[in-house]
């Protein structure tokens, strides 16, 4: 007699092995997961390089001419605030400005130091930022600091600007890829029923790495950014988070198994 199927006995992604590859690891994405059954495999296809600060340094040392801060990541939380720490301030010197995240995780990373978020926006991107700044009385004529990483797109500071806000955007940081993961990225090319990617960034480190072979593997993606860079990249996206946090990405890897 055969046993309850996965999906009746709670593990939905029992007996299916799942690729992780973002830059800090599984983590809460990979605990997710394995709550659901999954086999995870965490291997970062990039790692975070910190870029030179002088930028950010002296956006730093007059806050004061700022209103705004707007965070993408909780790397450029963790960047702002190393920065400050070197200059010996505490991170509640950002508790003059009001503070905007892209989404739950920058804000909690933002919250852990003791700050409050003015703007959380109820879709995790630039998009979504914009949308509920749309909605304040409190952008127009004011100046934003943007912490961003490397190469990101302008979508943020051009609508702030077409809001009535100066923008001074500094990137913090970059994602590079991690060429040390690549060996153990192609041997997982062979086993894993799903690959999570997380970024642009994580695309294009898994195509290098897996090569062909990176196209036989279903994606699940963590937002449209990353959907259109995996496309793009010949990938077949599967299913997309909503939202995009590691709760979304782990549950879009849930849909796309019960459905299959």
Do not use: K
Not at 157 to 167: D, S
Not at 224 to 239: D, F, K, M, N, P
């Amino acid at each position: 007699m055969n046993g309850p199927s996965p999906a009746a006995s709670g593990l939905p992604l029992r007996d299916r092995t799942v690729l992780v590859t973002r830059p800090e690891g599984g983590g809460e994405l990979q605990r997710r997961l394995e709550a659901l059954g999954a086999q995870v495999l965490a291997v970062p296809a990039t790692t975070i390089e910190w870029l030179p600060a002088a930028a950010l340094d002296e956006a730093l040392a007059h806050l004061g001419a700022f209103a705004w801060a707007v965070f993408t990541s909780r790397n450029a939380v963790q960047a702002v605030v190393a920065r400050l720490r070197q200059a010996n301030r505490a991170p509640d010197a950002l508790a003059t400005l009001r503070l905007a995240a892209v989404g739950t995780a920058t804000a909690e990373a933002l919250h852990a130091r003791g700050l409050e978020v003015s703007v959380v926006p109820a879709r995790f991107s630039a998009e979504g930022v914009l949308a509920a700044f749309r909605e304040r009385a409190d952008v127009a004529g004011t100046r934003v600091l943007y912490a961003t990483a490397e190469g990101a797109a302008d979508t943020l500071p051009a609508g702030l600007a077409a809001l009535g806000a100066e923008v001074e955007r500094v990137a913090c940081y970059r994602s590079v890829r991690d060429d040390s993961a690549a060996p153990a990225l192609a041997r997982a090319a062979g086993v894993a029923d799903a690959v999570t990617l997380t970024a642009p960034s994580t695309v294009a480190a898994w195509v290098a790495a897996a090569g062909d072979a990176a196209r036989t593997v279903p994606v699940v993606s963590i937002g449209a950014v990353t959907t259109e860079a995996a496309r793009a990249a010949g990938l077949r996206v599967v299913a997309e988070a909503s939202p995009s946090t590691s709760e979304g990405l782990a549950d879009a890897v849930r849909r796309y198994f019960v459905s299959a």
